[in-house]
């Protein structure tokens, strides 16, 4: 329990990251946030692993790149399914993803190693 809470806080901080400095992600307050926080750990332990192995394929062909188009996937739908969050672009969305995976990383590196 400890654990999802930890990666719920990691994956919120990541969210307000994005939020703040992706123009095209737009979130209406804090309560909307953890909302969205939770529902992306939520779609990223059951859907994105499905959508990983289904397009092994292409993110062979594309180097891994592919991987971000997916990761951009999940960040919309956790958009289409919480009020208060919207994401106006593919684009906003692919950034906005970059920029989770990004902090997330840097916040999880360190929580590691310190």
Not at 18 to 43: C, E, N, R, W
Not at 49 to 67: D, Q
């Amino acid at each position: 329990m400890i654990g999802f809470m930890i990666r719920t806080a990691v994956a919120a901080v990541a969210l307000w990251v994005a939020v703040s400095i992706v123009p095209g992600l737009q979130v209406a307050d804090g309560k909307t946030l953890l909302l969205a926080a939770i529902l992306l750990g939520i779609v990223n332990a059951t859907i994105r692993p499905v959508a990983l192995f289904l397009s092994i394929p292409i993110t062979i062909v594309t180097f891994g790149l592919f991987i971000l188009v997916v990761n951009a996937g999940m960040l919309s739908l956790v958009a289409r399914l919480v009020p208060d969050f919207t994401i106006t672009s593919f684009a906003s969305a692919v950034i906005g993803a970059l920029v989770v995976s990004i902090v997330s990383a840097a916040i999880n590196g360190g929580l590691t190693t310190g």
